[in-house]
């Protein structure tokens, strides 16, 4: 037992937070601590200069031009970068498809595309979710049949974050209907550009767009788009939903909302003394400090493991959860922090385009606590995440 | 970073487990209810045979272990059977104190505490004093001490005592308090004994100018008391997580054997999700403990900070694992005769001792939040 990094990962944490204090611009900090939204500009840039140090692909391996960290120093990276304010790394291309295609992409896959990722040539979308397949993923009913060498490709995905600025989408489609579901459903590639596909914005609950519906009519793909054979893709979405873990509990997101939180309720004036002053408040701030401590040492707890070699399994579940919830209450602390300046909306100011009502801290506490709803929906809701516990650890 | 048990410290943890397990059979527990001290001078013995009072110490106190981890591993491992061996008050209070402050001729107390042939008990806490460690109304004058000290756990066992008393400032100043070494049969001593709800027993205890030997220098015993109580309340929280491990064994074992409407009342996903968050509470309890016992020799802001977040967050998952595991067993939980009676009343009890959750979240934001 020791809770002490070694000196090596000390001296790569002061590496990094030097990196970052040189090269992170403030434009974009700004804007992550404010909960102000980010352009894919400002995206592209920020990843662009993660790519001139090496430092985009945290988790892909020396050979493809990742960096070939660890699991701690992975953990490490990700807690700068969070401390610092910087714009999370988008993980469509990177985190996600990047692996599979390592895994189970073909030789000429893997040569064409990751580069691409690496550079930005290509900005990726998650095709998973469907108006009948939610939690139940298996449930995908988007077809692709085969047409010569083209597969053909009907129907419709949802929940497609960020697919306005993407023009290319990692699919789950069904190409048997035979069998156990999961049996039937493969992993393709699309051009977001084929004709026959539609993208519409959905609205969310916090007045953004950052969600997308996706048609697809009579869409036209290469066969050659195939990732890995036909019918497994199933072994792929799940390898692809278990592979990137170690920041399933946002610990980092969590630290820098609750020191957000805590200059706020310094700020913020509440019977004539600062609100952190007022016990009521202190003591829901001290329940969420207290909660983020613990899941700090609970995640590196299975970070540590996984550096070890052994997979994080069921235990993200746990982490998924804890570090939801303690997320969501931050969020609803500090929106509560804010008082009547958590009301108004004002569209131009939570773009960036400053002219605030009130402190330019408030403007988007409301939208941050609204669009963060989504943390124990997603990924596999809550309720899920507990069967799976229920299930894998406790064996009932 | 690593969070692994050295090699010393998982056969100790091994041997201790095996030990327990054989040892801590229910006819056991029904001896040690039936007993004058609350406690099995057998296991007793046992325990500082396989060096677990020990473990406690340093090589230069005459032990073998006294980091924090070694702490916490005992404590576990004793959480986890019901143990009611009072290694907290004999060994990290009366024991720590001894370490921390005692002369050549009182460290002797401490080999016969390591070695098991003594019993102690740290008579602090008083009526009215709740769980403030600097409100201290008992007297000294002349050397003689007169007061009264409150639910001192082991304090009918113990044949030395340790007894804090005021002798310079204020009722709550954490300036003059001073300890002292009392004989439990010194004149004008007198003990009222009793069972406590979580096993083991308690005394209350009068002082009428009974005479004691100082232990460390006048006025000056607030610091040490801060120390054995943060070094105690990471046994008490390791115990915790010990009997919360047990308690979710005994319930999920329920949760597969009971049948109704046919089926594993555990097939009922209602009773599986509440399982799931009793286990995330768990899990979020043994990472608390160990970041206590990874801080528990820090300096005492940091220190402090790490006693007060940890204790409250094992207050609420004792709370939490406590009632849910009674309900999830229905009737049968109810029942004294049954394994988790004894485990989930200790477990309560926990709250009770070392600051509640109500005085560590208070403390927490005074050290960490405002």
Known sequence: MDLHYTDAQTAFRTEVRDFLAEHLPSRLSDKVRNGQSLTKADHEEWHAILNARGWLAGNWPVEHGGTGWDAVQRHIFEDEMTKAHAPRIVPFGLAMLGPVLMAFGSEDQKSYWLPRILNGDDWWCQGYSEPGAGSDLAAVRTSAVRDGDDYIVNGQKTWTTLGQHANMIFCLVRTSTEGKRQEGISFLLIDMNSPGITVRPIVLIDGGAEVNEVFFDNVRVPAANLVGEENKGWTYAKYLLTHERTNIAGVGFASAGLEQLKRIARAEQSGGQPLIKNPLFAARIAQVQIDLMAMATTNLRVVSAAAAGQAPGAESSMLKIKGTQVRQEINAL???????????????ALEGDNDPVGPAYAQARTRQYLNNRKLSIYGGSNEVQRSIIAKAILEL | MNFDLTEERQMLQDGLRRYLRDQYTPALLSQIADSETGWSDAVWAGLAEIGVIGALFTEDQGGFGGAGFDIALVAEELGRVGATEPLIDTGLLGGGLIAALGDADQQALLEEVIA??????????????????????????????????????NGGAADRLIVSARSSGDVADEAGISLFIVDADAPGL??????????GHAAEITLDNTPGTPL??????????????????????????GLMDAIRTLTTDYLKTRKQFGQPIGKFQALQHRMADMLIEIEQARSAVINLAGHVDADALVRDTHVSATKTLVGQAARLV???????HGGIGMTQEYALAHLARRLVMVDHRFGDTLYHTERFVALAVA
């Open chain 2, 190 to 199: 007198t003990r009222r004994g009793y069972p406590l709800t979580g096993g």
């Open chain 2, 116 to 153: 098991g042939h003594r019993q102690m008990a740290l008579a602090h806490s008083e009526p009215g004093s709740r769980y403030d460690l600097s409100r201290v109304a008992t007297t000294v004058t002349d050397g003689k001490l007169s007061g009264r000290k409150a639910v001192v756990v």
């Open chain 1, 334 to 348: 500090t929106m509560q922090a804010v008082g009547p300046y958590a009301m108004p909306y004002v569209s131009e």
């Open chain 2, 322 to 328: 406590a009632e849910e595991s009674i309900q999830l």
């Open chain 2, 216 to 241: 460390g220098a006048a006025g000056e015993g607030y610091q040490a008391l801060a120390q054995v109580h943060a070094r105690a309340t990471l046994a008490i929280s390791a115990e915790a997580v």
